[in-house]
């Protein structure tokens, strides 16, 4: 059985103590640093830009996850990719239709880092299956994008049941990763559902980061 994959949301770090908390989550056990880029019109917030990327990517031995919640996913993509990103994930929802969406997940792997496609709670997921060997990673929303500390909504384990069917029926290389209200509890769910890697932002800061993101690992 594959092991689950951590990935913290650096959206819950405590900024006061940035490299503290940097050196904690770099010893924790969790594989991906998860990166939240926010623009304030595909989503109301607004967060980090590439030059954090950058130094974060320093400062940790992680692969970097970037999850864009923007407009002009086209543009941005290649910015966070120049600044170090191993994985960028888009929203479907941001991009003219599927076709486009294609176009996108090639141009990224193009620059040898993978790629990833998000949905948000509503969007269903039948309209990527055809084109799932054309991405990495699906990423399903599993609160509705923009803020962190929001509870976990319970459908969205139906869409991760079909991919996961999808996935080991046609044999893809395709990770599913999670992101939105993710505990110890909820985690199990998801991972029993099928999840690869579980996002995790306000359950692995607060407190002792080493044993929370422990606590999502032996969650099985
Ligand atoms: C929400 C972000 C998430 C968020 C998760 O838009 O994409 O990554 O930080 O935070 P928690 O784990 O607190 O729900
Ligand atoms: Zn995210």
Redesign the pocket.
């Known amino acids: 059985m594959k092991e689950t994959m951590i990935a913290p ?1 650096i ?2 770090l405590d900024y006061a103590r940035v490299s503290e908390q940097l050196k904690e989550l770099d010893e924790s056990g969790a594989e991906w640093m ?1 990166f ?1 880029v926010m623009d304030g019109h595909f ?1 109301p917030n607004l967060t980090f830009g590439p030059d954090i990327l950058k130094g974060f990517k320093k400062a940790v031995d992680m692969v970097m996850d970037v ?1 864009i ?1 923007v407009d002009d996913p086209m543009e941005k993509a290649m910015m966070f990719i120049a600044s170090g990103a191993d994985i960028v994930t888009f929203h479907l929802e941001a991009v003219a239709n599927l076709e486009e969406c294609v176009r996108l997940c090639r141009k990224i792997r193009a620059q040898h880092v993978k790629a990833g496609v998000s949905i948000k709670p509503d969007t269903p997921v039948d309209g990527l299956l055809p084109y799932l060997k054309e991405m990495d990673v699906v990423l399903i929303m599993s ?1 509705v ?6 509870s976990f909504m319970e459908e969205v384990l139906d869409k991760v049941k079909v991919l996961r069917r999808e996935i080991d029926e046609k044999g893809y290389d395709v990770l599913i990763e999670i ?4 505990n110890a509890d909820t985690g199990k769910r998801c991972v029993k559902a099928g999840v690869d890697v579980l ?5 692995v800061f607060h407190g002792d980061i080493k044993k929370n993101v422990e606590q999502l690992k032996c969650g099985k």
């Open positions: 949301s959206l819950s998860h939240d989503v999850h919640m609160v994008p923009g803020f962190g500390g929001q992101d939105g209200g993710i996002v995790a932002g306000s359950f």
